[in-house]
């Protein structure tokens, strides 16, 4: 290249001919032709230096600075593209310069595995995201504590103390005792049992003859027991059942009306009219007597 550098080129390129119109009058046409070409000439210089610098083959030293510093200071410093050296980073698939980020010792990656990440995290006073992204790269699985084997001692005392003292006494979090207390159906002491009892054949056949706030209250179970049943059975209300004796009347009346006159809310009434696309139907509304 000589002493046309990536220096010149990025001073030389500034000049633009947009700029050089604005000289005065007294200037001679001659220099303004001569500045002209100087441009033409540092552009074709510049193109021919991307192309045989983008095509010119990476050497070993180069390829040792990647990754060393920023993409930016690397490029300036090999006369390079900023472009062509991220993508030779990357077909080497080197991880980008970081200078905040702590390396990590023989001694760190040892301790991987061996404890919890968040313990392991506060230990090394790192963060939780960066054990788990270490580990992970290491292939190194997660570390799952020993599960505790319930035994009937300790099933008795679920019944016998609160949630909070059982996970002390055990070792345990209180969300694997609220867990086993569900499952086997033991409520908290000074409480009633609530696992429900077996739903009979009986029972089953009068879901959807009714409203499930009336059979809760036949059965003397919860609506929400009722509701659930009925919908696992696959079965609805009578109340949803829309006949079309109910349609007819959709559309003569205002839909406060229909409401009253079907035993329905009128946001259910308005909702199946618009549905089916019946317009409203038009109120009657006396007109007042204008004053004099």
């Not at 694997?176 to 033991?186: D, Q, Y």
């Not at 009434?269 to 009657?284: D, E, F, Q």
Request: hydrophobic letters at 35%; one cysteine or more; proline letters at 6%.
């Amino acid at each position: 290249m000589g002493r046309w550098c990536c220096t010149i080129f990025s001073r030389l390129r500034c000049w633009r001919p947009s700029s050089l119109w604005g000289w005065g009058r007294g200037r001679a046409i001659e220099q303004r032709v001569a500045y002209i070409s100087r441009y033409h000439l540092v552009e074709t210089r510049f193109c021919e230096y991307n192309v045989r610098m983008g095509t010119q083959p990476w050497t070993a030293d180069e390829d040792r600075l990647l990754g060393t510093m920023s993409d930016r200071d690397v490029a300036r410093r090999l006369g390079r593209a900023t472009g062509t050296i991220y993508k030779r980073r990357r077909k080497l698939r080197l991880a980008p310069f970081r200078p905040c980020e702590r390396l990590w010792q023989r001694t760190e990656e040892a301790l991987l595995g061996t404890m919890p990440d968040r313990k392991l995290a506060r230990r090394l006073k790192r963060s939780v995201q960066s054990v788990a992204k270490r580990r992970r790269a290491r292939h190194i699985p997660i570390l799952h504590p020993k599960k505790h084997r319930w035994t009937p001692a300790d099933d008795k005392l679920l019944s016998e103390r609160p949630d909070a003292q059982v996970a002390m006494l055990l070792g345990i979090s209180r969300l694997a005792v609220k867990h086993r207390r569900r499952r086997l159906g033991i409520g908290r002491p000074g409480k009633q049992s609530v696992r429900p009892s077996p739903w009979r054949p009986e029972e089953d056949a009068l879901l959807g003859m009714a409203s499930d706030r009336e059979l809760a209250r036949r059965l003397g179970r919860t609506i929400s027991s009722v509701r659930q049943r009925r919908i696992q059975l696959g079965r609805q209300t009578p109340c949803h059942h829309w006949t079309p004796e109910a349609d007819a009347l959709l559309g003569k009346m205002p839909d406060q009306a229909a409401a009253q006159r079907l035993g329905r809310t009128v946001v259910a009434v308005t909702t199946r009219r618009r549905r089916l696309g019946i317009p409203a139907a038009a109120s009657k509304i006396k007109a007042r007597p204008r004053c004099a």
